[in-house]
């Protein structure tokens, strides 16, 4: 293929791709100037295998069903497989070949797999014989004619088994290990203590409790090294680690704590598939606080914000309703029941009127201003319009557990797009929002307790029915250092909860069941403080 040829195939290969708003790396092919798809998360660069295949005179085999890509030179094949960091390169010659970890997963999207450039750079090279260099800091790849020998990554290989999985010998830092936990990492963090358990395959979460001061986490029919809790280093909230084979094949770990954790959450990291647990902070205040320092923790100040506004309309409804105004109405409603009611209580709105603040600003108000609750008011809807599917949920702030509660994070968050440095999420994705989220895990409890009541009367005082409580990565509740929730009033795209949700008898319902549960809320808030 010459290179004309090459240049104009990576062209119709990017157009097909703008949808996924990719950007571009500037490429120098041997004094050749061209272009490579890319998108970057959490701070890496990934790129288009299928345009790289092509850049690199390769050819490709892709399988839709088990999303995996085979990059096929003349000597070696190499192999990528979505959400894995593990790769594979094989001798076209003799069939031998050898597994690579590398320290971040290839993503899929769309029909292409998406390589992470900078972690595979050194297999690369090794599969094409010629350098590639890559400048992050420009997006700038050179490819170049000297030849490169990394014939050393290859020792140790083992035939090809047909029939069966990848089974070489890993060649990395962290090498590859016969049982299903290899490592425990801890780490203190300001607000609580990080357990990583480092798996080398997707496991459940395992069952675990706190009792006497111990942590007890429970691995049933799962293999972890043998006396693997002894190399453990304990750090925060972790005094000691102790590891025994209990009956039936059940490994238990014992995690001695120190004083001043308040419980412990579970997650499992969405790309390496480490299972980690935080050990949260001690809640608020400590026992020994006198009466006039748990004063200032009493329910005293709530945050409401109206979801969207200004050059940000939100979802818009069947009949063209704007969810930006539902927001706003509501809000604004219920902040008046609040002070009608509950005088006591100190009112504040991240907006009053039809104006686009900042998800960041909007947790900044509301800690500046020592909310002790955050209420993110927003409207659902779904791609196509006018269907059955309605009815109103409730959202915490943990990573997204089903794809629909995902995919409404996402659009929430989109929200971003029109803000003047979007950049400054970046950060918040995959494994660093498990560490954001930490922050609010201390104030979890708080932030079920409220959700449960508002699920309760929510269906006793509106006509839309309840979808009940979930979980997601919302942007505008991680800044809020305080119990917060996102409400999901309805679906905008359904004519009868677009009907209500614009009507003023249905927006004084929605605030009046909101209304009443910050109520009940208060009650139960001012006692658990006061008794701590």
């Known amino acids: 293929m010459n290179k004309s040829k090459i240049l104009i195939l990576i062209f119709f290969i990017s157009s097909l791709l703008q949808a996924q708003r990719l950007y571009k790396v500037t490429v120098d092919n041997e004094g050749v100037p061209s272009n490579l798809s890319f998108i970057t998360r959490n701070g890496v660069d990934y790129v288009s295998s299928r345009e790289l295949t092509v850049l690199m005179g390769a050819s490709i ?32 010659t ?96 300001s607000n609580g203590t990080l357990i990583r358990f480092k ?8 069952r675990n409790s706190i009792g006497n001061g111990i942590l ?30 209990m009956p039936q094949n059940i490994t238990q770990l014992e995690f001695l704590l120190n004083e001043g954790y308040s419980g412990a959450d ?42 969207h506004g200004g050059k940000d309309p939100g979802a818009i409804g069947v009949t063209g309703v704007r969810e930006k105004d539902i ?8 902040g008046g029941l609040i002070q009608q009611n509950l005088p006591e209580v100190k009112v504040v709105y991240t907006r009053k009127t039809d104006q686009f603040v900042e998800l960041y600003k909007r947790g900044k108000i509301a800690n500046e201003n020592e909310g002790k609750l955050f209420i993110s008011i927003h409207c659902n809807s779904t791609v196509q319009k006018d269907i059955a599917h309605r009815g109103f949920e ?69 006509s839309i029915p309840s979808l009940g409580i979930k979980q997601a990565g919302f942007y505008v509740l991680v800044g809020a250092s305080m119990p917060s929730v996102l409400i999901e009033t309805g679906f905008l795209s359904n004519r009868k909860d677009e009907t209500y949700l614009a009507s003023t008898k249905g927006q004084n319902e929605i605030a009046t069941a909101i209304y ?17």
């Open 199 to 206: 798996t080398n395959k997707k496991l459940n979460i395992p």
């Open 516 to 532: 009443k549960a910050i109520a009940r809320y208060k009650e139960y808030y001012d006692k658990e403080i006061t008794l701590q």
């Open 61 to 92: 085999f892709y399988n839709e069903e088990t999303a995996k890509v085979e990059l096929k030179f003349s000597d070696y094949i190499i192999k990528f497989t979505a959400k894995s960091n593990f790769i594979v390169i094989t001798n076209r």
């Open 327 to 334: 927001n706003l109405a509501i809000a604004l409603k219920l």
């Open 394 to 462: 409730v959202y915490l702030l943990r990573p997204g557990r089903t794809e629909s509660a995902i995919k409404i994070a996402e659009f929430e968050n989109s929200v971003i797009k029109y803000e003047e440095n979007p950049d400054r999420y970046q950060k918040l994705t995959d494994e660093n929002f498990i560490l954001v989220s930490m922050a609010h895990s201390q104030y979890m409890r708080f932030s079920e307790k409220f959700s449960d009541l508002l699920n309760s009367d929510w269906k006793k005082y509106t």
């Open 266 to 307: 579970s997650f499992i990291e969405p790309e390496s598939n480490d299972i980690v647990i935080t050990l949260r902070n001690q809640l608020f205040v400590g026992s020994k606080e006198t009466t006039d320092q748990k004063k200032k923790w009493l329910f005293d100040v709530i945050v409401i914000d109206a979801g």
């Open 216 to 245: 007890f986490v429970f691995f049933p029919n799962i293999s972890v090294i043998p006396g693997l809790a002894e190399k453990v280093i304990p750090a925060g909230l972790v005094k000691s680690v102790k590891q025994t084979l």
């Open 94 to 189: 003799d069939k031998s070949f050898n597994t690579f970890q590398i320290f971040t997963a290839p993503l899929l999207l769309k029909d292409d797999i998406f390589i992470p450039l900078n972690a595979s750079l050194e297999y690369l090279a090794a599969v094409h014989g010629k350098m590639l260099d890559y400048n992050d800091r420009t997006k700038k790849l050179t490819l170049t004619k000297n030849i490169v020998n990394y014939s050393s990554l290859f020792t140790k290989s083992q035939p090809d088994q047909p029939n069966k999985k990848d089974s070489a010998p890993v060649k990395s830092a962290s090498s590859f290990s016969k049982y299903d936990i290899e490592n425990i990492l801890i780490e203190e963090k």
